[in-house]
């Protein structure tokens, strides 16, 4: 049977293989796991208005679009 290198090797292998599991998925996960285009580009995105400004604006729009959706 084994001796004591054998044993130190298995605990080794028991400790280090779940260490490097994580290490291996767990880096660089942008380049390795990413779908490319999953997420819209930023000025595809719908813009929250920032300033009152920017929301009476956009309350207008949003009322002039439903006044010619009802005619």
Request: hydrophobic share 35%; charged share 30%.
């Amino acid at each position: 049977m084994g001796g004591l290198n054998l044993e130190i090797f298995k605990f080794g292998m028991y400790v280090m293989f779940p260490i490097g599991t994580m290490y291996y998925f767990g880096t660089n996960l942008d380049n390795r796991f990413s779908v490319q285009g999953f997420w819209p580009k930023p000025e595809e995105c719908n813009k929250l208005p920032r300033d009152r400004e920017e929301v009476k604006a956009e309350y207008e729009r949003i009322v002039a679009r439903q006044r010619s959706r009802q005619s």
